[in-house]
């Protein structure tokens, strides 16, 4: 799926090839994609477990939801941490058989790196990259949480962009 952005061009079209939005220097400026335009293609709705949750319930959860992580949220839904599938191998790994009665807030990451809206796209990837660490939370200047995003989205978001800036280039080459 192209950005959203993008609006196909029609052959012979040159108007469109023009405009400021959908110019060849904007859309090849890559660097400048912030988590924000990920986010308006993204279903934003992040998936919780609380502290005092067991890794039995969470497991559930992560299989229903097929998703790798979940947020850890205390009673009034303030961020505390983050689980991963992860963090529940590792342990099972340590606690043969005794894993899943054990409680979310004994095995998640407390630290949680985030990210806000208007940061770079490439900036958020290092970040992941060099943290070695797969989710990130997206949290505005409000405090309020935005959605999460994974390396997975960042990477799919990149592929579309560069197929995007291809078929630009072709265009702009065959005229
Ligand atoms: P992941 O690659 O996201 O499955 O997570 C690998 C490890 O990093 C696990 O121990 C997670 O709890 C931890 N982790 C995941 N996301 C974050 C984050 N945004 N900030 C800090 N730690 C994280």
Not at 79 to 97: C, F, H, N, W, Y
Not at 125 to 143: A, C, Q, S, W, Y
Request: charged share 25%; glycine share 4%.
């Amino acid at each position: 799926m192209p950005p959203s952005s993008y609006q196909a061009p029609v052959v012979g079209d040159k108007e469109k090839l023009t405009t400021v939005s959908q110019s060849a220097e904007t859309n090849l400026s890559s660097t400048s994609t912030t988590v924000a335009d990920l986010l308006k293609d993204k279903d934003n709705n992040v998936i919780c477990a609380h502290l005092d949750d067991t890794i039995a319930t969470t497991v559930t959860l992560l299989r229903d939801h097929r998703i790798g992580a979940v947020l850890v949220t205390d009673e009034n839904d303030r961020m505390q941490g983050i689980l991963s599938e992860r963090d529940i191998v590792r342990k099972m790994a340590e606690t043969p058989g005794q894993t899943l009665p054990q409680k979310v807030k004994d095995l998640m990451t407390q630290k949680v790196v985030t990210c806000k809206p208007s940061d770079l796209l490439i900036n958020v990837l290092r970040k992941m990259t060099d943290g070695r660490f797969r989710h990130m939370p997206v949290i505005d200047d409000n405090e309020t949480l935005m959605g999460i995003i994974t390396i997975g989205d960042v990477v799919n978001f990149r592929l579309n962009e560069l197929e995007y800036e291809a078929l630009r280039m072709k265009q702009m080459i065959v005229g």
